[in-house]
């Protein structure tokens, strides 16, 4: 189970940040991402971190204002967004992933094995 928190509404430029905590055992040897779907549109990768945090990538739309990061001490992956943007305005879902590649900037939902409920993200202009 993954259990998001930290959406919420913010103004443009401004900075939130996302958690994501897994009750999962195993959670040190899942790669973790985060997704978002905004209205009307389907869900797409955001962000991703290999299993040891040696291997981090982003979508071009927020590489340089996202950071994502976790602690497999604590279970927890961590999105840190900033410069955020109304067309950053999504329901951001956290997801684990059994396999990823270094240097690969996108994942496809297919490949996610467990889902997050999902948080919002309102940014106003």
């Known amino acids: 189970q993954l259990v998001e928190s930290g959406g919420g509404l913010v103004q443009a430029g401004g900075s939130l940040r996302l958690s994501c905590v897994a009750s999962e055992h195993t959670f040190a040897v899942y790669g973790m991402g985060w997704f978002r779907q905004r209205p009307g549109e389907g869900r797409e990768f955001a962000a991703v971190?290999?299993?040891?945090?040696?291997?981090?990538q982003y979508v071009d739309s927020v590489k340089g204002r996202f950071t994502i990061s976790r602690d497999n001490a604590k279970n927890t992956v961590f999105l840190q967004m900033n410069s955020l943007r109304p067309e950053d305005t999504a329901v951001y879902y956290c997801a684990a992933l059994q396999t990823t590649y270094p240097g690969r900037n996108y994942y496809s939902p297919d490949e996610v094995t467990y889902w997050g409920q999902g948080t919002q993200v309102t940014v106003s202009s």
């Open positions: 971190i290999n299993w040891n945090a040696a291997d981090t």
